[in-house]
């Protein structure tokens, strides 16, 4: 009778602790990429989960669910079960196109669950190598005072149109946008001289400045390049208060258990302390990035804000 009762009791307490109850992680884990396959993003999304599934000791896997600007991915997970099994890989992009487009069927700030931020890359404004090009950011501003003159970009929403349109209002002249279909296309015109300047990403930049093809006028960073220590900051040539980096981090469903966040976080923290991580991310031109405090929200809502504030005092039109 004793071992019958021992058996009864072991099973209610099964009953009351559900197989989601049992310690986290016991199975694979989903992270669902909005970028396509190939991709920064992407790529950084596959090395990070790797070594999660290390640290974790369950296969950490990305699932590529591109589209609608990355609220295809975004809406998806935000729809998923909150048990920690399918989270997203985020950042500033969907920052970015919310604060485009408030009609969004998502809202980042309340349909996902930030998690942490992991890493982050620069963005620079660049010109060709050459005695007609300006030779600083103050002289780049003085031409565009005279006369609007062209700069180019990868694509009318982009991270580095949009930096350039940030610095320009700021300073309080205009340039004429000319979209290309990619980094090189772009970097080919300048080198040109089709157009004056541009701005893009560290990463693909960074061979023609090293080659000479390129100059490198400032940072949109509050902080300098490690591979570029000379260039300066916009706070330096005397443009304070704008701070644009390409962000990732984790997001989860809403409602996932604060235990389940906190322990993926606390593995995010820990992989930023791995040297071979951090190497492999500055063979990528990514550094590490923990939001300062671990306040993810409060700088996914101060992001909103500076987004938003752009848009409505610019007035900047997106179509072309």
Known sequence: MRVLGSVFAAALICMHFPAGAQEYPARPIRIVSPFGTGTAGDVLGRLTAFKLSQRLGVNVFVENRPGASGVTGAKHVSEAAPDGYTLLLGGGPLVLNQSLNPNLPLKIESDLAPIATFARTKIMMFTANNDQSPKTFAELVERLRAKPMPFGSVGPVTMGR??????????????????????SESLIAVIRGDVLFASDAVAPVLPQIKANALRALVVASNERLATLPEVPTLAEVGIPGVDINVWYGLFAPPNTPTAILKRIAGELAANNTDEDYRNRLREMQFETYNTPGGDIRGFILKELAFWRQFFQSSKLKLDN
């Open 162 to 183: 949009l930096t350039t349109e940030v610095v320009l209002h700021r300073a309080g002249v205009t340039g004429t946008h000319v979209p290309y279909k990619g980094s």
